[in-house]
C-alpha cells in the first residue's frame, strides 16, 4: 500500500521578508540603434517597391547563431517596452567568466550575418559597405549590476519581472547549482552542464552527461534535466523561481528501411554538441553545450545544419572544428553520443521517431533528492515557499447540490411529461388533417390518429422500438405488437 503523505513540498522559492536584494554584475553590450538604418537599408536595397518594406533587423538568425557558438551569452530579445528598453541590453555574459567574444569576433560575426542578409551576388559590395559603416560605430561594452528578483508590481499587487529577469534570474541559479560540482547518487553521479536558452525561450536549462540503460538487451539513451523558471503569483508582489525536474532522451534507433535516425517529417530536431574546444579560434572554452538544429534542405534533398550552407552565416566563418556530418549523426548516432575524443553529439528524440525504452519522468522521491541537492546553490536570500498540507475536512458534494425528488414526485413528473408528449402529437395529428390551430389545441372533433411505419430488420429489434414509443407516450400495453 502506498504511503500517504501529510505535506506535499513545492519546488519554489521566494525572497525572504526585508531580505538584501539578490544582484549580479555583468559585463553588458547595448542594442546597437546606430547600426539599425544602415542594416535597414541594405535589407530594402532591391526590393520590389509594392512588397512591404523592412522596417526592423532581421536578428532572429543572428542570435541563434551567437547563442550556439558562444554558449556563455544571454541574448537578449529587444523589449517592446520603451522603458524596458532604456535599461536593457542585447548581449550579457557574467563579469566573473572569460570574455566570451573577445578581440575582433564579434565584427567577423558581423560580416557573416550582413552577407547572409543579402546574398546575391550583385549587393555583395552593398554588404561590404554597410560593414565598414558598422565598423565605424561599434557598441561598447558596459560593467552594470542587475537586480536580479526586484520588480515593479501591477496595480493588483502582483510582481510584473521585468523582461530580463526571466532569463538572468534562472540563468544566475543556474550558474550556482553548476558549482556544486557532480549530484552523488547510489548508481554513480551526474555531471551538469548548462544550455544555452534563446530570448523567447525564457528560463535556464541544465542537462547531465549522457547516460545508457540496456531495455531487454538493447541500449539506450538519457540524460536528466533540470529546467529553472520565474513566475508570479496573483497578489504576491515577489516573483518566484521554480525547479523542475526531467528526463530528456536521445535519438539511437536506426529505422529497419533506411538505416538511418527516423526524424519527424517538416520538423526541426534539436541536436545537443559539446565540442571539446571553442567554436570560434581566440575564444574562450565553454563547458556550455551548444544546440544547433537539423533541417531537411529542398535544395540537396538531404538533411543539413539549419542557417548552414554555402550561403549562410555559418557557412562563412572559420571554425576552429566544422559541426558533424548529417549523415554521419543520422547513420551512426551511437559513435557520436557518451564520451569520447572530439565533438559529442546528441539528437533529441521525439514521439514520431517511434518508441523508446526509457520513461518520460522521474519517480517522486528521485525529483525530490535532486530538488534538495539543488537548493544547496540557494543565495541565503531566499527560502522555499511553505509546504502544502492535506486538509482533514470537507466533501466533495457541491454547496448546491440539487435535491433528489421522491419517488412518487417522479412518478407523477413522468406522467405529466407523457402527457405533453401525447398532446403536442395529437395537435400535430389534428393539424396535418386540415384543422385550424386553434381547432386542434381545442381537440375538438374526432380522435385524433397517429399511424408510423417502422422499418425492422429483426423481431427484436421491431419489440424494442415498440416497447420505446409505449414508455416515451405513457402507453398502457403492449402497443399490439405481434
Known sequence: MAAKYRDTSRAAYLLKPDATPWTARYRALPFPEQWHSSILELCNLGRDPEADPYRTAPVARFNGVLQSLAPELIVRGRPRD????????????????????????????????????????????????????????????????????GCPT?????????????QLATDALARRILALGPYEHSAGSLHFRAV?????????????????HVVKGREWWFS??????????????????????????????????????????????????????????GTPTSDRY???????????????????????????????????????????PEEWIGDGEGTRASVVHSTHMGAHGIG?????????????????????????????????????????????????????????????RRTALAVAARINEGQDLSEAVEGSGDVAVVEARLLWQSPS??????????????????????
Not at 567574444?101 to 560580416?111: A, E, H, K, V
Not at 544555452?196 to 545508457?212: F, H, T, V
Not at 421522491?406 to 405529466?416: D, F, I, P, V, Y
Not at 429489434?461 to 405481434?482: M, N, Y
Request: glycine share 6%; with cysteine.
Open 82 to 149: 520603451p522603458l524596458q528598453q532604456a535599461e536593457d541590453f542585447w548581449l550579457y555574459a557574467p563579469h566573473d567568466v572569460p570574455h566570451p567574444l573577445p578581440g575582433d569576433t564579434l565584427d567577423r560575426l558581423n560580416g557573416s550575418w550582413l552577407q547572409d542578409i543579402r546574398a546575391e551576388p550583385e549587393h555583395y559590395r552593398a554588404a561590404l559597405d554597410t560593414h565598414t559603416a558598422l565598423r565605424a560605430c561599434p557598441p561598447q561594452w558596459q560593467d552594470v549590476t542587475v537586480d536580479l528578483l
Open 154 to 166: 501591477t496595480d493588483g499587487g502582483t510582481a510584473a519581472p521585468r523582461d530580463r529577469q526571466y
Open 196 to 212: 544555452p536558452r534563446g530570448p523567447r525561450q525564457q528560463g535556464a536549462e541544465l542537462l547531465s552527461q549522457p547516460l545508457s
Open 224 to 281: 536528466i534535466v533540470i529546467n529553472i523558471s520565474l513566475h508570479s503569483v496573483p497578489l504576491d508582489p515577489r516573483p518566484r523561481l521554480h525547479l523542475h525536474t526531467g528526463v530528456r532522451r536521445w535519438a539511437t534507433r536506426l529505422d529497419a528501411k533506411t538505416q538511418r535516425l527516423r526524424l519527424p517529417y517538416g520538423r526541426d530536431t534539436s541536436v545537443y554538441l559539446l565540442p571539446g574546444i571553442p567554436w570560434l579560434p
Open 290 to 332: 551548444a544546440v544547433a538544429r537539423l533541417t531537411w534542405d529542398r535544395g540537396t534533398q538531404g538533411y543539413a545544419w539549419k542557417n548552414n550552407g554555402p550561403a549562410q552565416i555559418l557557412g562563412r566563418l572559420a571554425l576552429n572544428r566544422p559541426f558533424p556530418d548529417p549523415d554521419s549523426l543520422l547513420t551512426e
Open 360 to 420: 518520460t519522468g522521474l519517480m517522486s522521491h528521485q525529483r525530490s533528492q535532486i530538488v534538495e541537492w539543488a537548493e544547496r546553490a540557494l543565495p541565503e536570500q531566499m527560502r522555499r515557499v511553505p509546504s502544502l498540507s492535506r486538509a482533514s475536512a470537507g466533501s466533495s458534494a457541491p454547496a448546491n447540490a440539487r435535491p433528489k425528488p421522491k419517488a412518487t414526485e417522479k412518478a407523477a413528473e413522468a406522467e405529466r411529461e407523457a402527457l405533453a
Open 461 to 482: 429489434f421491431r419489440d424494442a422500438a415498440i416497447e420505446a414509443v409505449a414508455d416515451v407516450l405513457g402507453l398502457d400495453g403492449d402497443g399490439g405488437r405481434p
